[in-house]
């Protein structure tokens, strides 16, 4: 599946030792994919094929080796000239891995601890097998030296680039707070930046604010940096140089919605991602097929619509998927509408679920949880408060996917906690 586009800024990468050409910039997953490689990486123990589904870092269908370093995800790495990514623990090639076999030989699963117990020396010889078939990739071939953390004081940090965390962090700038954003993505604008076409134009005017105060240096952001936990007034942050404990006198946390997930026979293999991650790639003018469906399942949106409206070749349908063919990409999908099941030939399937609140990192800092159909919603007090100098906003709190919520929701947070 060509690109839609070729890149302006070309960059070639390597995959395998096979030579593509990238945007520079542009998260090196969807180079490949826009190569037509969806089958990056294989599954531990059975070796099934496996293939990006996210694109925001929470599944293990991009992993693959980078520049030597085993188990990276290639969505949040930067395409840059001579990067080298490698399919990593298969025996063959990326396609046609030989230790599929385990899956062939164990369909009911495999205990290496009860296969061939009671022989003398087998279990030893059964265990080392299956350290190597469940292998993650092979070590780095150079260590790196442990740094010490780095010690600093943030008047403001939001975790968290997407719609709700810059609409705090402009509020809460615009009152005189000294506010510092991170992200693990490589770019700052979220779910406001990934929606496709005409959809997109609802977040045109926070995206312009955003991209004002960043110009002007009234809110920092740092991507590819990832909140990794909070101790006490304590948040630890990593990024490529190291590791920061920083101490807050304003915490915000923003970390949005996980994709949705529904259970159906099919569901992980290759060319199977959320209408979200397919919004990504066309973002970078990458398609993950030629013949796509969407399916949108109840209380799914908005990213299936808006998806459909910027590609309608894409194949929309409302309903939930029971089952797809096809091991290494879909063949074929079934899906429950209202009207009975349908059959559709296609060679990607596009899920629009409903999403579940990111809600791990907010359950670190104290947050009480209540459990919804959709997952865990943090529950928050007046101006998103969980606890004393620490806030909740946007989707992991049950704020609307829309820019008026996302405002109205920022605006209360400003003006009960944004005093300097």
Known sequence: MPRLAPPTHPVTIHLDGQAILAEKGEP?????VGAGHV??????????????????????????????????????????EGLRVETQNVVGSRDTDLLRMTDWFFPQ???????????????RVVQALARRVAGLGRLPLQGVRPAAARRRDVDVLVVGAGPAGMAAALELAARGRRVEVVDDDLTWGGSARTLPGPARSRW??????????????????????TAAGIYGDDVLVADASGLEVISVRSLVLAPGAHDGVLAFEGNDVPGVMSARAASRLLEHAVTPGKRIVMAV?????????????????????????????GSARPREVSIATDAGEIRLRCDALLVDAPRAPAYEICAQAGAELVHEPAG??????????IRDGVFAVGEVVGTPLEPTAMAREALALAEAHGRP
């Open 28 to 32: 090196a997953v969807a180079a490949l």
């Open 39 to 80: 089958t990056l990486a294989r599954s531990p123990k059975f070796h099934r094929p496996r293939g990006p589904a996210c694109l925001r870092a929470a599944c293990d269908g991009c992993l693959a080796r980078v520049d030597d370093v085993p188990n990276v995800m290639t969505c949040r790495v930067p395409a840059t």
């Open 109 to 123: 699963g495999m205990n290496p601890h009860e296969l061939l117990a009671g022989v003398p020396g087998a279990p």
């Open 204 to 225: 045109e005017s926070l995206l312009e604010q955003m991209r004002n105060a960043v110009s002007a240096s009234r809110v920092a952001v740092r991507p590819s940096t």
């Open 297 to 325: 399942a109840p209380g799914g949106g908005p990213f299936g619509e808006a998806y459909v409206q910027a590609r309608p070749e894409a194949t929309l349908v409302r309903g939930s998927p029971t089952r797809v063919g």
């Open 376 to 385: 865990y919603r943090v529950k928050t007090g007046p101006g998103g408060r």
